[in-house]
């Protein structure tokens, strides 16, 4: 159950109208790494949880700060779009520098949305399902949680630096914050799953059943040797379960493949079509 409060987490309100950054922050809110995706790949993951039940209420905690965080942004969006119609954002967008980067305005944020946010990107593509993640494994999810705050992190900080607009920056610089705790959190899920599990996932798979002899080589597969002096080269594995080995000139292990050939009604070689017509005309039957 979800119980939706009137007030913000935090404050969103800008200086001033700003279509066109309006179209920008879509990108955080509706892209691949924005708050609608980290919201729903955590709750999905909670709903899935299986788990200790610390795991379960700990995903619905963070899951349901995002929902709030969808909120804000949407009310910010809808604050940046504020008397601003659609020719007053192409006069901002006259420099054809700007124009060109920018495009102007998102006309969708007039024609579809009528001056409110959208569950789209910041050029209109929609938000996909897709982008999340939630395998029912804790540590393989964890660290897609991991990436997704530092890649929604990235964007927020990008984000900050493009504006000037002390409302917009207030609340950037709360969202920033929280993606500096959600990045210690997964951090600090990891180390504990990792102390119990191991680091490999998943970690109910017998090694023994692996072809172990690769199991902690790097493959120079590159032009130059630069790799080489890379910690993934060379000492301990991170798994403990080894040394890293660094192979310069790494050799086929398989067999040149030789496929047998498709049959003559799947047109996969030159010859077979006029031969096979030419048996349909002599049988008068045809091709089928």
Known sequence: MFIHMKELQYHAKPAKP??????????????????????????????NC??????????????????????????????LLDGAPVDQAEEAAKDPVIAAALGGMNPQHVIVSGLGATATDSVGYPWNSRYITSSGNLLADFRANLNAESQG??????????????????????LIARDTMHQNQWMAAIAEMESMEGTIVPASFPRELELQEVSHQFMNFSQGEESAEGRWA???????????????????????????????????????????????????????
């Not at 992190?153 to 709360?174: A, C, H, N, W």
């Open 18 to 47: 700003d279509p066109i950054f309006a179209k920008k922050l879509q990108e955080v809110l509706g892209g691949q790494y924005g708050e609608i995706s980290v919201m729903m790949q955590y709750l999905f993951q909670g709903w």
């Open 50 to 79: 299986r788990a200790d039940q610390k795991y379960r209420d700990m995903l619905l905690d963070i899951g349901t700060e995002e929902i709030g965080h969808v909120e804000m942004l949407s009310t910010m969006i809808a604050q």
């Open 153 to 174: 992190r990235l964007q927020v900080v990008r984000l900050y630096e493009m504006t000037t607009d002390p409302g917009i920056r207030q609340m950037l610089s709360f």
């Open 234 to 288: 060379k000492g301990p594995t991170m798994d403990d379960q080894g040394k890293f080995e660094y192979v310069a000139n790494p050799q086929p292990m398989g067999e040149k493949p030789m496929l047998t050939p498709a049959p003559d009604a799947m047109h996969s070689r030159p010859g077979a079509l006029p031969k096979l017509a030419n048996e349909g005309m002599k049988s008068g039957k045809g091709l089928l």
